[in-house]
Structures are given as C-alpha cells and as structure tokens.
C-alpha cells in the first residue's frame, strides 16, 4: 500500500457518505479495499479508510484513471450506498453463501495452432478448478447465428466444428451454459447444435473453443445476457456515478457478493432503474456458480479468469456513447469485484458495421488502453470478418459472422491469459 502514500493538501471536501470499492494505482500494478473518506476536487487530495480501518491520505494522480473520473463525480454528488465485499472462496459448498472464486494465478495456457484440430473427446482433468468465463451484453452476444448454413461450410472454414462423417463435434471439456433474464435457456457440452438452446450461436462456439484448446483445465462458458440493453443505463455499473444516460448513476442496491434485482428501486423509479440488467445478469451467474455442480457436473472448485463483452447497439439511443469509455471501466472493476477476480481478463467486441474512426470504437480503444489495464483488456475490431449486414439486423443471421467474432474473441483472450 505504501506506493499510494502522497503528500496530501490540508485542505479536505467531507463527504457526506462512504464507498466501499476497489481502487488501483495509476500504473495498474496494485490494487486495495477502502472507503472513500473525503475528496477536495481543487487539490486533488484523496482520503480513504482502508479495508483494516486505517485512514490514508494520498494525491489522486497515484490513482487510475478510472478512479479519478469517480472521485470528480463525487466532487458533485453523495457516492452511492457502500456495498459489503466479496466473500474469498473458492468452494462450490461455501459459495451457496457467497458465489465467489479467485482468479486463476498460475494458469498453463498453450499456444494457439494456425488451425484448431477437432476436440479429442476427452473429458477435463476434474482434480483442477474449472475456469469459468463470463459472457455478457446485449442480443448479438445472445446469438442469431442460424446454424443450417454453418455445417455446409464447416468443414472448410470452421474443421473443428465437424468430424471426419460431418457430424457436429461435441467438446466433452467445455460446458455451455446460458441465461436470458436470470432464466436457464442451455445447459450443456458445447457443440454448434445448439449455442443458445433455440437453434442459433452467438460468440460462444468460437470462444468456448479457442479456450477449450488452450487451457488445460475444464473450462464453463457462462453468458447472461438480453437484447436491447444500454451499458449507460439497464447495464450501468455499481461504481459508475453520474457516468449513465442524462448523468444518472447506479441505482440500485445489491451487495456486491450477492447481486440482486431491488424491487424496492423498480418502484421507485417507476418499474425500472439504471443498472437493473447488470443486477439481474451478475445474480444470474453468481447463482448459477453458488450450484456449480448443476452447470458443471462433478466440479468442486472454480476461478473466473475473464468477461467477455459484445455490446453497443443500443448505446446511442438509450445510453451514454460520450461516456462508453468511462463505464467500461467501471464494468471491469465492478465485475472483477463482484466474482471476487482480481486477476481475471476482459476482451470486448466492437460492431460489424463500425470502422476504427466511429465513436464507440474509439471509446472502446481508448478504454482498453488505459495504463491500469495493459495485459488485462483488449478491443477485438469485428468490422473486417462480419458478414450480413449491421448489428442492429443481427448480421442476417450469418451464422459466419458469430463464429468469426467468437473465434477473434477467443484468441484475444488466450492471449491475455498468456501474459
């Protein structure tokens, strides 16, 4: 912690209220718990209450950038209510209390083949922790991918997708599963039948087997996600204030290890609230790893090792584009917090229709290029492999496009995880 020691200015800007949050250092190397303790927005001087109740005072620049976009909003405003930190388990019968893993530290990820071979069929060495990746946002990471065009051209373009007869494979070490509003869609081994439970793919069939390959340990693809959702507003962050649509900031009230839809915050602001499908798609897979068993049979013990986010045609309409950037940060570190993965990766993908000069694609750049995320974020550029139209047309269905995008996903993930 000492690192964040700075002289700080005499004079402090009180805050009404306390947040409890993940804070990490300008060059993204450290991280530590704390309450926010005061904040004087013209000297730039920072007071928290660390995890142990010892009180830190420090200059803001030791912070991430993301940290100090939070603590010029609370320049502004109240912070929202403290939110209890995650349980530090990694057991499947103690996370029924607090559905929490830590992130893989010594994870043996292989190199990538030119071209994957098909999957041995073998089942995954269940004496190692499953690694679970998470998958979210909006209707084209559900998936429209129509799966009858793919297996005529599968065994050219995608080989491991079919055996020698031209079945489709079955990956007996990768579990698929899927939520669409917190209810169970597929639960199964991962195989192009059947991506999403309805017929169609999204992402996760190139992902689940690029990840398959490399990792040598059980892998669950875990995605929770439904269509026409804004990260400015139904998928804002906890620690986003004043970052969402019409500089509206979180309003909910989960714990942080216990994600939740708040009834009491749907009424009151009139059946809905900024961050209700963050709650309910975070609670969703906190459940689902409460009863790991269920989603992966016979797995005792699991790591989250990354998120992967395919989001943004909604953004202009319903969210925030000018502050993509700021929420996507908020996104990482609140994910990281609430699956309790502090070392866990995060690969976004931009639309199909956009080049590298749209605004959102400079925001998801600009995001991923922060100093406190090098080796821990990627942006993979979906433009030059999508095929069908735009996102909003769901590609037409191209069932090529959601294996292109998952595959590019998959390998920016591999990579990270190497690092």
Not at 11 to 29: E, H, I, K, N, P
Not at 161 to 182: E, I, P, Q, S, Y
């Amino acid at each position: 912690m000492s690192r964040f020691a700075g002289n700080a200015a005499l004079v402090m800007l009180l805050c009404t209220s306390v947040q409890a949050r993940t804070w990490t250092s300008a060059d993204g190397s450290k991280t530590f718990e704390g309450e926010l303790l005061s904040y004087d927005p013209a000297t730039g001087a920072v007071g928290v209450n660390l995890a142990g109740g010892k009180a830190m005072k420090f200059a803001q620049d030791k912070l991430s950038a993301a940290d100090i976009a939070f603590l010029k909003e609370q320049g502004k405003m109240d912070a929202p209510p403290a939110s209890a930190p995650p349980a530090d388990t990694t057991d499947a019968s103690s996370a029924a209390k607090s559905p929490v893993g830590k992130a893989a530290a010594n994870l043996n990820v292989k190199a990538l083949p030119d071209v994957l071979p098909d999957p041995d069929g073998k089942e995954a060495d269940m004496s190692k922790p499953v690694q679970v990746f998470i998958l979210m946002g909006q209707s084209n990471m559900l998936g429209f991918g129509n799966v009858g065009p793919l297996k005529g051209v599968a065994a050219a373009k995608y080989p491991y997708l079919v055996d020698d007869g031209g079945k489709w494979n079955v990956r007996k070490d990768v579990r698929n599963t899927f939520f669409c509003m917190a209810q169970l869609k597929y639960n199964d081994w991962l195989t192009a039948e059947n991506g999403n439970g309805s017929g169609k793919i999204g992402p996760e069939i190139g992902i689940g087997n690029y990840l398959g390959h490399a990792i040598d340990a059980p892998v669950l693809i875990l995605k929770a996600c439904v269509g026409n959702r804004a990260l400015g507003w139904d998928l804002l962050p906890p620690s986003a204030v004043g970052t969402g649509k019409d500089g509206k900031s979180y309003q909910g009230n989960s714990e942080s290890s216990n994600r939740k839809v708040s009834e009491e915050a749907k009424v009151k602001n009139g059946g809905w609230y900024a961050g209700l499908q963050y709650d309910q798609d975070v609670g969703a897979a906190q459940n689902a790893l409460k009863d790991l068993a269920t989603y992966y049979p016979g797995a005792t013990k699991f790591e989250v090792g990354g998120f992967f986010w395919w989001q943004g045609n909604a953004e202009a309409g319903k969210g925030s584009v000018e502050n993509y950037d700021k929420n996507l940060a908020f996104l990482f570190n609140d994910l990281r917090k609430d699956f309790n993965a502090p070392n866990a990766k995060f690969v976004c993908a931009t639309l199909g229709e956009h080049d590298k000069n749209a605004a959102l694609s400079q925001k998801m750049f600009a995001f991923a290029e922060l100093p406190e995320f090098k080796d821990k974020a990627a942006v993979f550029f979906t433009q030059p492999v999508a095929n069908g139209g735009s996102s909003g047309s769901h590609y037409s269905g191209n069932a090529e496009t959601y294996m292109n995008v998952g595959e590019g996903m998959g390998k920016a993930m591999v990579e990270l995880l190497k690092k």
